[in-house]
């Protein structure tokens, strides 16, 4: 049993005993200033109105109540209108380090959500160029709530769905038509909407180099499908610089070779909610929650966007998916009604609110106090690759990850590629290093501190009850960011799990103190590098051992 659950069952006697219903839960939480304790409560004010008492003389009889032995407190007392602090005997504290060490790369996981099925979709990138700043973006907040999700059990498959069909494929097989015939001495027209990047004269002479009879592209179908293949090759290129993988790619064509545009959209009429007006086709989103009822097929006979989006939702829910996460741009922001109206329409069993949507705000990148929006390659936008070759893999994923998706991200290239503490991801591999480097100087094997035989009690320095601390919250913390979808507080987390390790080993010494002291230390030490490894592992982030 952890210090934090003897507490609580310690705090739900001590209610019982004067009155309260046996089903009582009290929240325990972090004080805001160490200084007030290790744990607070309000449950004497949540207990004061079914017990007729003043919050104050509630508290009061809880403290008096308490076991504080059973409990693991050292001291217990009362604040304000009633709130309870706790500060808990030393032992108990960082006897819980023992947990981590036992745990190791486990520390933070969990089984809870085991046979649970979640398809989490990102990038999804129209294979029109090079990926973008906020594909980027998108793509490490996708992959780390993937590994957020699975680490609290879930079986998780991250997909990607390639838009190869509409106006921007026409508009890319059109610009990569411009430049052959470029090539063979026409003016270079570039059609309104297409694509001027270094990229497409790079496909032009893919196209010459494989399709030597047709030098003028003449046959656009050709060039489409070359322009495509090259783009997603590319694409794949820059993802696997960033580290990100897929277990599944889908295609939009496939919706409609397959029939299963057509499918749905007969199932929908079927089911009573569309109606036709002027020669479209309508479908009745306001019966759920839409603004207006929206066009599903014109008068042209095309369809709108967000019908083959429906088709494509629908198989994720006939593959087995009890849970559907999309990570997407905020300019996505008005599918998001549709595309949940559209299952809702069809009856599949989808409630309200799914699948989910994780909107992402614009990232602008800034050099010397400059924003930058021009890459040669890509010709009118900041590519993915470009930050990675600039400040390297683990600099882009944390910067992405440090705030919360729907807020904007100013990313400074100057800053990410600093090595100083004002550089987050700098400061953060350096406390795993500086930890690493305690095990080498002492020529001490890591694996060799285990629990056993260690005196907890001698970890009495403020600076190692506040580390012991963040690292005992870890779980919580892991559990949390997974149920709300924010790796930023992982990135958080870490920020601040650097700063308190950093606090320790400048005020403290580990090699060379007494031996149950040193030993303890070093026992403090691995658990630290242990959960800041698992952490950065979360986020897609190497721990480095030397820097």
């Known amino acids: 049993m952890s210090a934090l659950e ?14 309260a219903p046996g089903t009582v839960a009290p929240v325990l939480e972090r004080p805001r ?15 004061a109105k079914p017990l007729g008492k003043k919050p104050r003389e509630v508290a009061d009889a809880l403290v008096a109540g308490l076991d504080l032995k059973a409990a693991g ?35 933070g996981t969990t089984s ?4 649970k099925t979640v398809v989490v979709e990102f990038v999804s990138a129209n294979p029109t160029g090079p990926l973008h700043v906020g594909h980027g ?36 097989a059109l610009s990569v038509q411009a430049r052959l015939r470029e090539r063979a001495g026409d003016a270079l027209v570039i059609p309104e909407g297409g694509y001027h990047g270094e990229y497409i004269r790079e496909i ?18 050709a060039v489409r499908a070359v322009a495509v293949r090259e783009l997603r090759k590319e694409q794949d290129l820059d993802l696997k610089a960033f580290g990100v993988r897929f277990d599944v790619y889908s295609l939009e064509s496939a919706l409609y070779t397959e029939g299963r545009v057509q499918r749905t959209v007969d199932a929908l009429v079927a089911a009573g909610q569309t109606f036709e007006d002027d020669g ?36 994720k829910f006939e593959r087995g998916f009890t849970r559907a996460i999309n990570v997407q741009g905020a300019d996505h922001h008005g599918t998001t009604a549709r595309v949940r109206a559209g ?45 990675i070759d600039e400040v390297g893999r683990d600099a882009v994923r944390y910067f992405f990850l440090m705030r919360k998706g729907d807020s904007q991200l100013v990313f400074d290239v100057d800053l990410a590629r600093s090595q100083s503490e004002e550089n987050p991801v700098y400061y953060i591999q350096m406390a795993h290093a500086r930890l690493s480097g305690i095990f080498r100087v002492g020529d001490v094997d890591p694996a060799d501190i285990t629990p056993e035989g260690i005196d907890w009690a001698v970890l009495v320095e403020p600076a190692e009850r506040e580390l012991v601390k963040a690292i005992l919250d870890w779980p919580a913390l892991v559990a949390g960011a997974a149920e709300s979808v924010e790796p930023h507080r992982v990135a958080n987390w870490l920020l601040e799990a650097a700063r308190l390790v950093h606090t320790w080993y400048h005020k403290h010494h580990v090699l060379g103190e007494a031996p149950p002291v040193m030993r303890a230390r070093l026992a403090l030490a691995k658990a630290a590098q242990i959960t800041i490894a698992n952490g950065l592992g979360l986020l897609g982030i190497a721990a480095p051992e030397r820097m």
């Open 6 to 19: 003897a507490l609580r069952g310690a705090l739900v006697q001590a209610a019982i005993s004067i009155g």
């Open 33 to 47: 200033d160490p200084s007030h304790g290790d744990w607070a409560s309000n449950l004497a004010m949540t207990l």
């Open 73 to 107: 407190v050292a001291e217990a007392s009362v604040a304000g209108p009633g709130f309870i602090n706790f500060r808990l005997s030393t032992a108990d504290l960082a006897s819980g380090l023992a947990q981590v060490l036992t745990a190791g790369r486990a520390w």
């Open 112 to 115: 809870a959500n085991a046979g």
């Open 137 to 172: 973006r998108q793509a490490a907040l996708g992959d780390a709530i993937s590994s957020l999700l699975g680490s609290q059990g879930w079986t998780v498959t991250r997909e990607f769905y390639y838009n190869d069909g509409g106006v921007q494929i026409a508009n890319l």
């Open 204 to 221: 032009a002479a893919t196209y010459v180099a494989e399709c030597p009879s047709d030098p003028r592209g003449d046959d656009l179908e």
């Open 280 to 315: 479209a086709l309508y479908l009745r989103t306001t019966a759920f929650g839409d603004d207006k009822d929206r066009v599903m097929r014109k008068r042209d006979g095309t369809f709108t966007y967000f019908v083959p989006d429906v088709a494509y939702h629908v198989t």
């Open 343 to 387: 299952l809702q329409a069809l009856g599949i069993g989808v409630p309200q609110g799914c699948p989910e949507y994780v909107l992402h705000q614009m990232v602008t990148v800034v050099r010397g106090g400059e924003e930058v929006k021009i890459s040669k390659r890509a010709g009118s936008y900041v590519t993915v690759r470009d930050l």
